[in-house]
């Protein structure tokens, strides 16, 4: 970002957007932990990210499922496509290539992915809505490392939530109740080389990300950008060791627009490197379908009515997934 926001001045925006130190939160003095409600807070009522290092997810993880995905996606298509599920509105296994657009585009992106979901399931949960993770035969270690990162990203996502309630001068805890065991997805990305002209500039459309938070662990290449308050786009250029952390929909609906959901969008790179693919693997941290996403009353001012009309995190993510082509509801 050229010209920050007042609010966000003070940040370090050496990743272009905001860049923060989660130790300082989890392992800090109070006062650094006081620094980074703060920081947190501003930015992302300004920018709607942050970079985020001292996250402790340990990298032999995230370098075992990098190397596990990209044997994955090298797999043979009519092998991939056996772990299609469309009955499960593509939350879980497989989903092709040109199969998901953003919202409000008939362009689909450029990619292919594979989705994980929760296997700590709360009790009496509604099993509609988790259904089971794939395994590949081909490939016996995926499920585990994606599960082994998938817990230790869902841990840093709640880390982050409670410097957020903290922000909101909410309790600490206020999301401990919703998001363990919730309905969170990870997402491993493979987009391919461009092999000829593309109709678009882009490998994945503009789009703001459902859910409460996002966790993304540095891309294999470049591509990621934001859009400012200005309507300019900023590359984001996280170091490997940052996880990119930016509010959802569902945050921005909760906190009556005062986190901001930020729109962004995957580029297409250089035509000297439209040979070499990409991957990335976000964590789409989202709370149990039961959660209530009406605006936290603190969020809006006497008299006012809310920006958003009142729904449960499950009725949303239904709503979205039917817009941005994943589901097959009606």
């Known amino acids: ?3 920050p926001p007042d609010s966000a001045a003070h940040l370090d925006f050496v990743a272009g957007i905001p860049t923060l130190d989660l130790s300082h939160f989890t392992h ?3 006062e650094q932990r006081t620094t980074f409600v703060r920081d947190l807070g501003a930015a992302y ?3 709607g990210f942050a970079a985020i290092s001292g996250h402790g997810v340990d990298p032999s993880v995230i370098e075992d499922m990098y190397s596990e995905a990209e044997a994955f996606f090298a797999l043979p298509n009519e092998t991939k496509l056996q772990h299609e599920h469309p009955e499960h509105n593509r939350q879980r ?3 092709s ?3 998901e657009h953003a919202k409000d585009s008939n362009t689909a992106d450029l990619k292919e992915f594979w989705q994980v979901g929760q296997t700590h399931i709360p009790e009496g949960a509604d099993m509609d809505n988790y259904p089971p993770n794939a395994d590949v035969a081909d ?3 995926l499920a585990p490392r994606a599960d082994a990162l998938y817990k230790s990203l869902e841990d840093v996502g709640r880390q982050m939530l409670r410097a957020i309630a903290l922000h909101l001068e909410l309790d600490e805890a206020y999301f401990e109740q919703y998001v363990p065991g919730g309905n969170s997805i990870l997402r491993l990305i493979h987009y391919p080389p461009i092999t000829s002209e593309p109709d678009s500039s882009v490998r994945a459309g503009q789009h703001e ?13 470049d591509g990621l950008e934001v859009m400012d308050k200005e309507g300019a786009w900023t590359a984001v250029k996280a170091l490997p060791e ?3 952390v930016n509010v959802g929909d569902m945050l921005q609906r909760l906190t009556n627009h005062e986190l901001k959901s930020t729109t962004h969008r995957v580029v297409n790179p250089p035509q000297e490197l439209w040979g070499q693919p990409r991957f990335s693997m976000p964590f789409f941290c989202h709370p149990v379908p039961s959660m209530s996403l009406a605006a936290l009353p603190q969020c809006v001012a006497a008299g006012s009515t809310p920006m958003d009309s009142a729904t449960t995190a499950g009725e949303y993510l239904s709503e979205r997934l039917r817009e941005i082509g994943l589901s097959q509801e009606k």
């Open 1 to 3: 970002m050229k010209n």
């Open 28 to 30: 800090g003095t109070p």
């Open 45 to 47: 009522r300004s920018v």
């Open 139 to 141: 490939r016996p270690a």
């Open 209 to 221: 990300d459902i859910n409460l938070i996002t966790l993304l662990v540095g891309a294999s290449a």
């Open 242 to 244: 940052h996880l990119v």
């Open 97 to 99: 290539f040109g199969t």
């Open 93 to 95: 296994g497989y989903v």
